[in-house]
């Protein structure tokens, strides 16, 4: 059975699509959506058999892959990581929400099998209100990932439609909002409170240091 493809306006998300896409991912669905960057494909992150179905998508390994999820707001964040320093909340408060993925030390309340072997976890709060809105009334982050399989070369899929037909027999939704960009996010270590950028993307960490 093929997915739905749902019109959603970033500005003013309409609150019985949230509704509708809350139902999907609380029953294990996999959704496409869009952020402020490139669009990303994810479930919620308490369900491990939808992480699985992720990874069969995106042709990883569950037990290797790093993967990042998505958070509303700060407060958020603190419940999935360990102790935030002050240096290091200072820079993500001025930074977020923004094209940014921060690697952080997980908490105990992060899922095994959202960081596998590693004690760190990416964390993203995308400036945009779709994938932030469904996090806020799922009320649990929702995984995050591109949509570029790992042994492709070519760009990241910019319109939503071309998503669409790309992967409507893979997932269960498409949010079309608008669109996407091909920058991925900027990738930054502050484990340690070196604030190391592993990726440049579309974020310059340096204007908030």
């Given amino acids: ?6 019109k959603m306006y970033p500005d003013n998300p309409k609150t019985s699509k949230i509704t509708h896409i809350i139902d999907l991912l609380k029953e294990g669905g996999v959704v496409i959506y869009p952020t402020d960057t490139i669009y990303g494909i994810g479930c919620d992150i308490f369900n491990a058999r939808a992480i699985e179905r992720v990874c069969r998508i995106k042709g990883l390994n569950p037990r290797k892959v790093n993967l990042s999820f998505i958070c509303y707001d700060l407060s958020d964040v603190s419940n999935y990581v360990r102790a935030i320093s002050r240096p290091v909340f ?14 952080m030390n997980a908490s105990s309340r992060t ?5 596998t072997t590693k004690k760190t976890v990416g964390i993203r709060i995308p400036d945009n209100n779709i994938p932030r809105e469904i996090v806020k009334e799922l009320k649990n982050p929702i995984i995050t990932t591109s949509l570029k399989h ?3 070369i070519r760009e990241y899929i910019t319109d939503p439609k071309e998503i669409f037909d790309r992967f409507k027999n893979e997932v269960d939704v498409v949010i079309d909002g608008g669109p996407g960009n091909n920058i991925p996010s900027t990738v930054v270590d502050c484990t340690d409170e070196s604030f190391t950028v592993l990726r440049q993307g579309m974020g310059n960490i340096e204007d908030f240091l």
């Fill in 150 to 152: 790992q042994d492709e």
């Fill in 111 to 115: 899922p095994r099998y959202v960081h």
């Fill in 90 to 103: 200072k820079v993500l408060k001025k930074s977020l929400p923004g094209p940014f993925t921060f690697i």
């Fill in 1 to 6: 059975m093929a997915g739905e493809l749902i």
